[in-house]
């Protein structure tokens, strides 16, 4: 069975700088898709990147990047410029057969003015 | 503009109730999904369905049934609600196919048990 690990609960980082937010992902699939969603305190899940597990390039969409380290099994989200509506939980996931989603526990993220 | 919606935001019930959660979305898609999430839990996945009529179990079933009867229409059954219901739900649905397709997430119903 896959399985998703962030092991931070829960981070601060100040307005304007980078923050990394971690996660470790566990699976025998030799294809398989690993995606972050952030929530806030609204409750919506907003999806900000995916990642292939045969893309060679790291995945960036805007300010998000992903730092994907296959050997590792690692796909830490990168965020930079760090901006107050930045403050929400943070989900790591896996992606399954029949595109069910695996999530990890979460991340809040606090960022500080 | 992608939509998917839930009947309710929140909702208390009593012990015992038969409760409904709903969920529609309008992008025609194949799949949708019913997770719940917990404090410290994530979200986890209660059921879904491939399409119309289809159903497959997640990872946490038990207390759960699901209904398909439309394609847009996917709800989510606590057949006899106890305390341990108490969550938040969540629905998704995507189109069929491995891939970067994301899923997309209704508003969430938060639910009370009591």
């Known amino acids: 069975a896959q399985k998703i690990t962030q092991t931070q609960p829960g981070m601060f980082v100040q307005e304007k700088e980078a923050v990394t937010l971690d996660c470790t992902y566990d699976t025998s699939d030799q294809s398989y898709g690993l995606f972050w969603y952030k929530q806030p305190s609204s409750g919506e899940m907003i999806f900000l990147i995916y990642?292939?597990?045969?893309?060679?390039q790291n995945a960036t969409e805007g300010r998000y990047s992903l730092n994907f380290q296959k050997a590792r099994k690692s796909a830490n989200l990168v965020i930079s410029a760090s901006q107050l509506g930045d403050s929400a939980m943070y989900f790591c996931a896996s992606e399954a057969y029949g595109n069910k989603l695996v999530f990890g526990a979460g991340t809040i993220l606090r960022v500080k003015s | 503009d992608v939509k998917v919606t839930q009947s309710s935001r929140y909702l208390v019930k009593r012990t015992g109730e038969k409760v409904f959660l709903e969920c529609v979305q309008d992008?025609?898609?194949?799949?949708m999904f019913w997770y719940r999430q917990d404090p410290g839990l994530g979200l986890r996945l209660i059921y879904f369905?491939?399409?119309?009529?289809m159903k497959e179990k997640g990872d946490i079933p038990e207390g759960y049934s699901v209904s398909r009867e439309k394609k847009e229409r996917f709800s989510l059954i606590l057949e006899s609600a106890s305390t341990n219901q108490t969550s938040m739900y969540l629905c998704?649905?995507?189109?069929w196919g491995r891939g970067q397709d994301e899923q997309y997430f209704g508003p969430g119903t938060r639910l009370t048990v009591t």
């Open positions: 369905s491939y399409d119309v009529k």
């Open positions: 990642q292939g597990s045969y893309d060679e």
């Open positions: 998704a649905s995507t189109l």
């Open positions: 992008m025609d898609h194949e799949n």
